[in-house]
Structures are given as C-alpha cells and as structure tokens.
C-alpha cells in the first residue's frame, strides 16, 4: 500500500534494542530490515524482529512527528511505553473476539504522551 499515508512501527533488534519507523508499505519495510537493507542501525543488529505497528495511517508529517518523539525516548521509556500499547492492544483484541491488529493513532499518542 503506497497511499502516501504512513504506519509507525517499532522493531525489536537482535541485540534488544528497539528501532522506530515509519512505512507506507509495513511488509516490505520490515522485509527489507530482514535483508540488511532497511537501515544501517538494523543491518548491524539483525535479526529484527516487528513488536508494534500503529493500524491508523498518518501523513508524513505527523508520522515523522511520532517517530522522533520515540526516538527521543530512553531505553527504559521505550519500555513502558511498549507495556502501554501491548495492554491497549490486548483490550482491542478481546473487545475484538481475537483479531490482532495494531493501536489506532489515537491510543499511540496517548501511550506516548503519557
């Protein structure tokens, strides 16, 4: 999906540190960290591993936002702030009847923010 619209994602690198983007297309970004080719800070630590996507799409901008804001967070705030999204995302997923899917935009910023 190339709509110019993007999901931010979070990945889990082979050494345990974790790796925020943003993709239009989530397959074949994380498919290209896999590779070796995504980015030179997942080249070096694979095997990469996707622990979180946001399911609502932003413009570049926005998504751009949301990335740095991650980004700028320190290890164990990154953390907690995985903690906070698995828990909304299990909440979604029971209300759902067991289908998984990422946290809206809404739910991402207030885990971020928070």
């Known amino acids: 999906m190339s709509d110019n619209r993007f999901c ?22 994380v498919r290209e960290h896999r ?5 030179r800070y997942t080249a070096a630590r694979r095997p990469v591993e996707l622990v979180f996507a946001t399911s609502n799409r932003f413009d ?6 949301l990335e740095r804001k991650v980004k700028k967070l320190r290890r164990v705030q990154k953390r907690v702030f995985l903690e906070r999204l698995e828990g909304n995302e299990r909440r979604e997923d029971f209300a759902k009847n067991g289908k998984k899917g990422g946290v809206g935009g809404e739910k991402f910023r207030e885990a971020l923010l928070s």
Request: glycine share 16%; aromatic share 6%; charged share 30%.
């Open 35 to 39: 590779e070796g080719k995504g980015a």
């Open 8 to 29: 931010v994602y979070i990945l889990r690198c082979g050494d345990g540190s974790l790796y925020c983007g943003i993709a239009t297309d989530l397959d074949r970004r």
């Open 60 to 65: 570049r901008a926005e998504a751009q936002s």
